[in-house]
T-cell receptor, first 109, second 114 residues
């Protein structure tokens, strides 16, 4: 079992819709959780971090964490074509960083 | 700030050759990370340094890989001898804090081993 699992997609949503990206992790002692965005041919960039159960909102982005279910999600409201990218979920267990393989998102104008 | 700088940006080499990848972290950052990204395995942490000291190299795939950080502004990742399965994009990232909570990635080095 991989440390971090993501649905590779591709996920397609129409412009203006809500995109929902999901991630599960295996190590219960994981302490912090991150979402990175990676455009094709570019490097990952951090867009959200979350450390405690519940929701965290930043502009059009909302990260959700459920430690009991070992589940992290990212919601993108009012999706824009510029949101089209691969979204990587990352987990810090305190000793190691693990990334998922990413979910490819396409926002259709 | 120039961000994390990596060189070369592209490298094509033949199997068996030595490859050296270079990284300059953001000035003032204390932690440096080396990652490898492939389609099959995604982004994998190879090794990370804090204050120039290697903290965890458990991700280094085998003895052919080695990494050094002789000072706060420079790190190298060396593969000797290289093999076709080493073909990947290698990223360097740096972070201000020891936990690496906010990592800034360099542009990556695209390595192709023939």
């Amino acid at each position: 079992q991989k440390e971090v699992e993501q649905n590779s997609g591709p996920l397609s949503v129409p412009e203006g819709a809500i995109a929902s990206l999901n991630c599960t992790y295996s190590d219960r002692v994981s302490q912090s959780f991150f979402w990175y965005r990676q455009y094709s041919g570019k490097s990952p960039e951090l867009i959200m971090s979350i450390y405690s159960n519940g929701d965290k909102e930043d502009g059009r982005f909302t990260a959700q964490l459920n430690k009991a279910s070992q589940y992290v999600s990212l919601l993108i409201r009012d999706s824009q074509p510029s949101d089209s990218a691969t979204y990587l979920c990352a987990v810090n267990t305190g000793n190691q960083f693990y990334f998922g393989t990413g979910t490819s998102l396409t926002v259709i104008p | 700030d120039a961000g994390v700088i990596q060189s070369p940006r592209h490298e094509v080499t033949e199997m068996g050759q030595e490859v050296t990848l270079r990284c300059k972290p953001i000035s003032g950052h204390n932690s440096l990370f080396w990652y490898r990204q492939t389609m099959m395995r995604g982004l994998e942490l190879l090794i990370y340094f804090n204050n120039n000291v290697p903290i965890d190299d458990s991700g280094m795939p085998e003895d052919r890989f080695s990494a050094k950080m002789p000072n706060a502004s420079f790190s190298t990742l060396k593969i000797q001898p290289s093999e076709p399965r080493d073909s990947a994009v290698y990223f360097c990232a740096s972070s201000f804090d020891a936990t690496g909570e906010t990592q800034y990635f360099g542009p990556g080095t695209r390595l192709l081993v023939l």
